[in-house]
């Protein structure tokens, strides 16, 4: 009888954690999204950063790469400024879990450096409902680099580039990003 009652409870507990991700990468309602290009529209740093496991496998999050742009959300202005104190500012941006090795900067990109939009999801995480992921792929010498774009705290720092608590998709803050001319 105690392990019915178990069983109940437990289905019952961990029903309320599983929330599908929904992937509108190819929905032909956002083909003016994925796909497409944009530029920075100013300096940005692309780090290792904590983002939306969209495998299901790591309790929702994922060692992946981000970016942010420079100068804000308590980042530096500059590369430059960055290599100066390396360490202190790694220690202050990225807070590293147990085990796992402390994450850092990995590279600069200069504004007007093309994105192209690669994944739309309405990533679902847990009790706390959705939010939207948006994936895109640079050109870094001569290799393919995705990253996520900033859209909710409990992976990414402000400022947001993606409203992702929105319940539909909003777009792309044009503050960061804005479309180009050119398809992949």
């Known amino acids: 009888m105690h392990r019915a009652i178990y069983i109940f409870f437990s289905i019952h507990l961990f029903s309320g954690c599983t929330i599908q ?48 742009a420079q100068g804000v959300g308590g980042f530096p202005t500059s590369w430059a400024d960055y290599r100066k104190d390396q360490a202190f500012i790694d220690r202050q941006l990225f807070d590293r879990l147990i085990f796992e090795k402390q994450r850092s900067m990995l590279f600069p990109l200069e504004a007007g ?46 400022p947001y580039w993606v409203d992702g608590r929105a319940q539909v998709f909003l777009g792309i ?9 050119e398809s992949p």
């Open 21 to 68: 991700s929904a992937d509108f990468s190819k929905d032909a309602e956002y083909t003016h999204i994925v796909g497409q290009c944009y530029e920075l529209k100013q300096p940005a740093f692309v780090f290792e950063g904590r983002c939306a496991d969209l495998t299901g496998f790591n309790n929702n999050s994922e060692l992946c790469n981000s970016i942010q």
């Open 113 to 158: 450096s093309k994105i192209y939009i690669s994944k739309l999801v309405h990533h679902g995480w847990g009790t706390d409902g959705r939010y939207w992921v948006v994936r895109g792929k640079s050109l870094i010498n001569g290799s393919d680099i995705e990253v996520e774009l900033p859209s909710f705290s409990y992976v990414h720092s402000k």
């Open 173 to 181: 803050n044009p503050s960061f990003l804005v479309q180009c001319n």
